[in-house]
């Protein structure tokens, strides 16, 4: 009996250190309320932890777990690239944990930008509210092909896993979008902040070098970041 369970919990701990953004791996193997039970038969007085996440005890789970209020309310868009970005994810909606989604508010400026960037663990689609976006993604290596749109109130644009992607307002209105992410914690890694912006910063002529770049462009950049 016991080596049944501990195969069963392997299982579990494998597929939870395996992917954060595909819950059907989880799912193929065990439910997730089976492993907390599990874990806390065994481990009684040990908080357990999905997806590097407390899991709360099902019994002790409320409505405010799975709720959040007040995503109707424009935010500020006053910084330098006019946009703001309110995600939803597992840190602010508990519930959402091996749920496999989440959900962004992004506001705009007039010639606000959403600047370059990845998700590591999920697909984006994002949904036009209110005036208009030039949105686009470029491949993987070597093609590097460039999808552009110009997206209106009610048009809907997907950004495949991984890939480079921008949103951008060229209106002299406001703009709003409302993304959907395939996973419930999709990472973020911002092209512009992380090359010139890492901490500590890379040395400046592997960048002159990648970007072919004269070295005091380089060292302006990683300032500006």
């Known amino acids: 009996m016991m080596k049944g369970v501990v195969t069963v919990l392997v299982l579990a701990l494998a597929c939870s250190l395996a992917s954060a953004y595909d819950p059907v791996l989880c799912k193929t193997f065990v439910l997730q309320l089976t492993i907390l039970l599990l874990l806390r038969l065994l481990f009684p007085t ?35 690239l006019g946009s703001n970005v309110t995600l939803l994810n597992v840190d602010k909606i508990l519930g959402l944990n091996t749920l496999g989604i989440s959900l962004a508010r992004i506001d705009f400026a007039p010639y606000g930008l959403n600047p370059p960037h990845i998700h590591p663990r999920a697909t984006e689609i994002l949904v036009v ?59 973020l890694i911002t092209i512009a902040n992380a090359v010139f912006g890492s901490n500590p910063p890379i040395n400046p002529d592997v960048l002159a070098k990648a970007f072919q770049l004269d070295r005091n462009v380089v060292n302006y950049l990683q300032k500006k970041f």
Not at 54 to 75: I, V
Not at 164 to 177: E, K, L, R, S
Request: proline share 6%; glycine share 10%.
């Open 46 to 80: 040990c908080a357990v932890f999905v997806n590097g996440k407390f899991c709360k005890d099902p019994k002790l789970a409320t409505a405010d777990d799975f709720f959040f209020s007040g995503l109707n309310t424009p935010r500020d868009t006053s910084k330098s």
């Open 129 to 187: 509210l209110e005036g208009t976006l030039y949105v686009g993604f470029v491949t993987s290596n070597p093609e590097n092909r460039l999808f552009t749109k110009v997206l209106n109130a009610g048009d809907v644009f997907v950004f495949p896993i991984g890939l480079i992607h921008f949103q951008f307002n060229p209106g002299h209105t406001n703009a709003v979008a409302f993304a959907g992410l395939s996973s419930q914690n999709p990472g």
